[in-house]
Nanobody, 125 residues
Framework: QVHLVESGGGLVQPGGSLRLSCKVT????????MGWFRQTPGKGRNVLAS????????DYVDYVKGRFTISRDDVENTVYLQMNGLEPEDTAVYFC??????????????????WGQGTQVTVSS
């Protein structure tokens, strides 16, 4: 059973940076995809980025390209989301995800099988 535990959320000022971490345990092999989603109050969860664990291939939704970077550490079994240039609109609960299914052609239609508990990110002065 895959288990995901996020950390690194908190309060940051506009224009600031934050790095989220997600420790992965129970993963069988390396043929799966990790990702980050976020959810704002009253809205659904939206994908931000994905990374193939075996190849390191990444994908992003347009509105985070150039600001957010997803990466993984195979030794630490951890996936990261580096967020720069944060804006109040980035305030949300951020979720780490894992999926063993083939990825859809459109990242925004992806819905993974495994989810972490979420970590709050608040961007405010």
């Amino acid at each position: 059973q895959v288990h995901l535990v996020e950390s690194g959320g908190g309060l940051v000022q506009p224009g600031g940076s934050l790095r989220l971490s997600c420790k992965v345990t129970g993963r069988p092999g390396n043929r799966y995809t990790m990702g980050w989603f976020r959810q704002t109050p009253g809205k659904g969860r939206n994908v931000l980025a994905s990374i193939r664990w075996d190849s390191g291939t990444t994908d992003y939704v347009d509105y985070v390209k150039g600001r957010f970077t997803i990466s993984r550490d195979d030794v630490e079994n951890t996936v990261y989301l580096q967020m720069n240039g944060l804006e109040p609109e980035d305030t949300a609960v951020y979720f780490c995800t894992a999926d063993f299914k083939p990825m859809p052609n459109n990242l925004e239609s992806w819905w993974p099988n495994y989810w972490g508990q979420g970590t709050q990110v608040t961007v405010s002065s």
